[in-house]
């Protein structure tokens, strides 16, 4: 990988990261076009590792939030010890990112050798994971009523978007896309299931990106390391930029341009493996 190549991956991982899309899907589709899947722990240890730039644009982005839940939180769970439903909006939102992070945790320790394995890096289940689930966050999205916003989020509410973001272990299902899919099943409206998806992927990202930062010192050398930081800056970048217009654009617009991109591109990667284009 030389550095034009680890500014590329890194502006994709950042917009594909926060768009219903599949960074995953992208970045691998792209690695495998430009030669560079050769092994797939060491891919899936970059992947997780530039994450941690995105992990940067959210902390950025949300940075009043995520104070002032931290702060409502400690102070009245640790301090002036209130009951769930006398708490603030910001202490429950504290709870709704933990108990939300509960499912992925459970799945993600549970299935890291497949995560982490050739299977989740096979571009056929790619492909099918863009079509499908951009068929149900379709269902999702005309179905939704659309009536609830950041306060109105419940408990039950959590516990389904944080099962959404366990489904999206599966390369090409998006965390964004699932969470946001969820939130709309449980009758969020689009920029609040958007807004809640970003805190709830805080917690994983963070998690997957230092554990992966650990075990990848076997796989990086100087140059590899180089790489490594210039991407992670580079998706950091383009994180914040995709964060601020997907918030944008859900307040007048419905999720139909992502379900329309997801499956145009998982045919087109079907007509890439169909001609020999690239392997699987």
Known sequence: MNLLEAILLGIIQGITEFLPISSTGHL??????????????EWTAFIAVIQLGTLVSILIYFWKDIINISFDFIKENIF????YKQQSLNSRLGWLIIIGTIPVVIIGLGFKDIIEGALTKNLYVISGSLIVLALILAVAEKTAK????????KLLDAIIIGIAQAVALIPGSSRAGTT??????MGLNRETAAR??????IPAIFASGILQLYQSLEFFDGSGWLNLIVST?????SGYAAIDF???YLRKNTTFLFVYYRIGLGFLILLFLYFGVINP
Request: aromatic share 10%; hydrophobic share 45%; charged share 20%.
């Open 28 to 41: 691998t589709l792209s690695g495998k076009l430009l030669g560079l899947v050769q092994n797939d722990r």
């Open 80 to 83: 002036t010890r209130k009951s």
């Open 146 to 153: 659309f009536k609830k916003d950041i306060q109105n989020i």
């Open 180 to 185: 946001i899919t969820g939130g709309l099943f």
């Open 196 to 201: 809640f998806s970003f805190l709830l992927s």
């Open 233 to 237: 800056i580079f998706s950091a970048i």
């Open 246 to 248: 997907l918030l944008k």
